[in-house]
């Protein structure tokens, strides 16, 4: 069997909305009780400072989009440094969000648990979860066109409710004082998840191979996705840190707190309708990007070429969706979120540097703009220092686990 290429089907606006739901997911209805209670109101201004920040990483990252077009993304990035390179490099991405897609599933089923008032025991997380990552690789299977019409009706479903829920809170609330900075080491323990809340950005580089108006088009989507990202979580931190709803100790589902506490239970659902549309959006945008980096492999003849194959009928990569499926249901049935999340970032940032890297060596009309990539890259290593060791030494365990992969479908190439 040979891989088969994908026909082009994916607008600007397809690009757009796969960024925004692959990077809006699990962190602002996850995060808020967690950073508010370690730095207080200061948490909120992490979000634009990390935005301006992020943006050393997004704008080289953008231009090495530009500059290597073609299907897979990293794929094509990490070739810059050779064959192997340029499969670790894809696998690597393809491990990142499939952790973040087991991540977020987490989430999604505690507020599918409070909505529909199920038992919150074992097997019935395992089921919802199984359920979750079932239905959406069939929708994905049954059609690009239709796939991104269902991502459209979440992006806004998941928008108005916590736009307007927060607008809401900073009207009726007065804002109190900062009062004194955090000490240095909370901030410090708080980087690595508001730099979760941007990972993402980068999600329709994967359709780059299916883009009607090329890769341009994909690269300013990343550039507005992540200023769009700092405005929404900036709101809802900074409107939880002001009402500060008391959060029960164990509470999975904390900004349920802040729209019970501002509108009693009307809020509460506003609240659940946006997590369940806002997590069901991030894992149907995962869902619909990442499969396509196992395919370009396979159609490099870097992984088996079955997963390569497209569906006759509904011209989807239906055997990389499988695989994904697979894969992110055993992760997310073996960890929590934030274990989860932190591999997903470590992974992320190992892909922003080897891409920027790959820009600078192939690029040679950077001229002074190198030093700002350099930067860039130094910025990825500075955050995966925040790690801990377990979590390198889990992102290691899944990158080795590609190996027999590649050597098999080296044997089989030659």
């Not at 990035?77 to 670790?88: T, V």
């Not at 809340?197 to 990343?222: D, K, T, Y």
């Not at 659940?272 to 980096?293: C, D, E, F, K, Q």
Request: charged residues 10%; hydrophobic residues 60%.
């Amino acid at each position: 069997m040979t891989a088969s290429a994908l026909p082009r089907k994916v607008g600007a606006g397809g690009a757009a909305l796969v960024a925004f739901n692959g990077a809006v997911g699990a962190a602002v209805f996850a995060l808020p009780a967690t950073l508010d209670a370690s730095i207080g109101l200061w948490a909120a201004l992490l979000f634009p400072a990390a935005a301006l920040v992020m943006l050393l990483i997004a704008i080289p990252f953008a231009k090495a989009v530009t500059a290597m077009p073609g299907e897979g993304g990293p794929v094509i990035y990490g070739s810059a440094f050779g064959r192997a390179a340029g499969f670790e490099l894809g696998w690597t991405y393809y491990i990142a969000r499939m952790a973040a897609f087991a991540a977020n599933v987490h989430v999604l089923v505690d507020y599918l648990l409070r909505w529909t008032e199920l038992s919150p025991s074992p097997w019935v997380r395992s089921a919802l979860i199984l359920a979750t990552i079932l239905l959406l690789a069939a929708i994905n299977i049954a059609g690009t066109k239709g796939a991104l019409r269902l991502l459209g009706g979440l992006t806004l479903l998941k928008s108005l409710p916590l736009v307007v829920l927060a607008a809401f809170a900073l009207i009726v609330t007065p804002l109190p004082a900062f009062g004194p900075a955090p000490p240095l080491g909370a901030v410090e323990a708080s980087v690595l998840l508001v730099f979760y809340a941007f990972i993402g950005f980068e999600s329709s580089m994967a359709l780059s191979g299916e883009a009607r108006g090329g890769v341009r088009e994909i690269a300013r989507g990343m550039l507005v996705t992540i200023f769009l990202i700092a405005l929404l979580y900036f709101l809802v931190q900074l409107a939880f840190s002001a009402v500060a709803p008391p959060v029960p100790e164990g509470e999975k589902a904390p900004l349920l707190a802040l729209g019970t506490a501002l509108l009693g239970p009307v809020g509460a659902l506003l609240v659940l309708l946006a997590a369940v549309t806002s997590l069901a959006g991030n894992l149907h945008a995962n869902m619909t990007g990442s499969p396509r980096i196992s395919h370009a492999l396979a159609a490099r003849g870097d992984l088996p070429a079955w997963l390569g194959a497209v569906h006759p009928r509904f011209e989807t990569p239906h055997a990389s969706i499988l695989l994904m499926a697979g894969i992110v249901a055993a992760l997310a049935l073996s960890g929590g979120f934030v274990w989860l999340a932190v591999v997903s970032t470590l992974a992320r940032m190992a892909v922003y540097g080897v891409t920027i890297a790959a820009w600078l060596r192939i690029d040679r009309r950077s001229g002074g703009e190198k030093a700002f990539g350099a930067l860039g890259i130094l910025l990825c290593i500075a955050v995966a220092t925040q790690a801990t060791a377990m979590a390198w030494a889990t992102l290691a365990a899944l990158l080795l686990a590609g190996v027999p992969l590649y050597l098999f479908a080296r044997r089989a190439r030659q």
